[in-house]
């Protein structure tokens, strides 16, 4: 099926930004995509308008009971000059799956990818093409039904918004630097049976408290462990996580409590066509401590869609007030040759032998 969105373009283009200073979803585009959803009719009007503030009626059920979901993805300027998403069906997949697990309705396979392309090609001119950047695309769909009931609602808005995103490096001239992370043993971030593995509000909501502690600390991000025993490592802030011990590298297993990152899984591809030895199992702090007494710790990095790669060089523990070295504490040549494969591939300047990049 193809799909077409009426667009009202706006009468007040905003001026561009400094591409060179961006910083994270700092600016925003001309346009947004917007559409509903009625029981009866399904997904319906979608279309383009300007970028503005929207409306809403103060007894939403979003507002009071988080019934919402979001997806996170980028679209890259090639060196030719077109505009390529980065596995898109991934985030319709797992945007499918969130639904599922919130009693949202189903997003239509082809309706999500056209959706995407069409408000992508109406801020075309936004799309950034300096080292580390990229346009951030943010969809999400919230219940707008007038209702105190906890009931999954019979009304659904969706929509996309736009962000030209610079390097989460920018101290750095976009390059990697490793950075101190703390690692949560009081506060969880998803128990089994909860939502941990869906995109939703709620789970970030919980977990700033433990942002705050990290601050303390003079850390950038959080390493959570499991809700159980508070124990094996599951993530790293809005990151999945991983650890390169005596030559194995090994990630939490999707037990349903992480985050089933596209950046994770590309990760995990790369790694096994290198022939490194890769394993999805648990690892406790107590196995990821002693190697690091015992200087097998080589790398620790984060993997998600707005850092790509984020590579860690120190670990703080509160119970014990200690910090584990990682490495020698700066870029490892691990996450180094992942975050050049994979931002290569995403913004085509190294070939696609995956096939993983759509052009828009
Ligand atoms: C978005 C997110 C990730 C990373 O997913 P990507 O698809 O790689 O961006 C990991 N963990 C959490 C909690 C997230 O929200």
Redesign the pocket.
Known sequence: MTYTFPITRTQHPKPKPNWDNLGFANYFTDHMFVMHYDEGQGWHDGKIVPHEPITIEPASCVLHYAQMMFE??KAYKTPGGSVQLFRPD??LK?MNNTNLRMCIPAMPEDLFIEAVRAIVQADADWVPSGAGTALYVRPFIFADEVSFSVLPAKHYRFMIILSPVGSYYAANDGGLSATRIYVEDEFI?AAPGGTGAC?VGG??AGGMKASEKAMKYHCKDVLWLDAIEHRYVE?I????AFFLIDGEVITSPLTGT????????SVLALLRKWGMKVSERRLSVEELFAASDSGKLQEVFA????AVISPIGCLHYEATDTDYAVGNGKVGPVAQRLYDTLYGIQTGSLPDDMHWTVTI
Do not use: C, F, Q, W
């Not at 802030?237 to 999945?240: P, V």
């Open positions: 996170g993805l991934m985030n797992r971030r995109k789970n970030y993530e802030g809005t990151s999945n992480i985050l089933p990152g596209v950046t994770r899984d993997s998600g869609t707005a």
